[in-house]
């Protein structure tokens, strides 16, 4: 569908014009902001504004899982189109979100040839799942890991306050 | 419509970014490239690829105004969720797009105090209409002016060669 391409196309710029900002620094600026971290504040606070929509009419959540349920099915559909695969947690505040297809990654080639590539993809979706988690009150800790484009894995990890 | 959000979220975010660096950089990196030119540019490249997948099942064209036509319907419609409400043209190559309520606009309050940084959130939207069209064989000159938040109109002047 043609309103997905919009995000997809615009996401694919903006991680391409940070990096070629980032190529023209100086060695000193570059140590201040990587593109990673950039890429990743920007995802929050997209985060941050869309959940807020989409809780809207949604009763409150009873506790962490329950969150991280809602992350997993209406926050990704309304993103991405489609829910996360798979859904696991060691119930201590470590929730791990496997989408077998990530909406991001499907332009890639299956090959391992990219994979060095993946990391500048998901730095912005890592940011936006903890922007979403921070407006529900959730501190967390995101990351994400490809072992076989175009599936991948985000691990949250719930800090304790 | 929370997907719309997306969009326009990550919109504001990338605006935001490209003038926060720009506001780091010395004077003569300035003069190379100014915002509105970035973004035009990624407008640009966005719009190339939308309109090849919104115009991969429709017939030809059958003229300049049919290609217009075209941009002011189901192109507005996919990007924007609306159509564009009026297209005026002298015939001779010059096209007036205006949209009553334009989605990058709507947040504004629709008094005058923000009327000078309306050209920050327009520069994406030309680019996103001179990459369509340029994907369509015809070269313009694409601009846009405000005169009433957040109706909008978008002046284009197709090139001859």
Redesign the interface.
């Known amino acids: 569908m043609?309103?997905d391409?919009?995000?997809e196309?615009?996401?694919m710029?903006?991680v391409a014009?940070?990096y070629k900002?980032q190529a023209?620094r100086t060695e000193m600026?570059q140590e201040r902001s990587t593109c990673v971290s950039?890429l990743e504040g920007?995802g929050f606070?997209?985060g941050q504004?869309?959940i807020e929509?989409?809780t809207k009419d949604t009763p409150s959540f009873k506790d962490d899982l329950d969150v991280m349920k809602f992350i997993c099915k209406d926050f990704w559909i309304?993103?991405f189109r489609k829910q996360i695969d798979n859904l696991r947690t060691n119930h201590q505040g470590t929730y791990v979100l496997q989408d077998n297809k990530f909406a991001l990654l499907t332009q890639f080639s299956n090959g391992k040839q990219y994979m060095e590539e993946a990391p500048k993809y998901l730095a912005f979706s890592c940011g936006l799942v903890r922007g979403a988690l921070s407006n529900l009150g959730l501190d967390s800790v995101v990351t994400a890991e490809v072992s076989n484009m175009p599936s991948c894995k985000f691990q949250v990890v719930i800090q304790k306050t």
Do not use: P, S, T, W
């Open positions: 043609a309103d391409a919009l995000f196309f615009l996401h710029e903006m014009h940070v900002e023209a600026e950039i920007m606070r997209v504004g869309l929509r989409i309304n993103i």
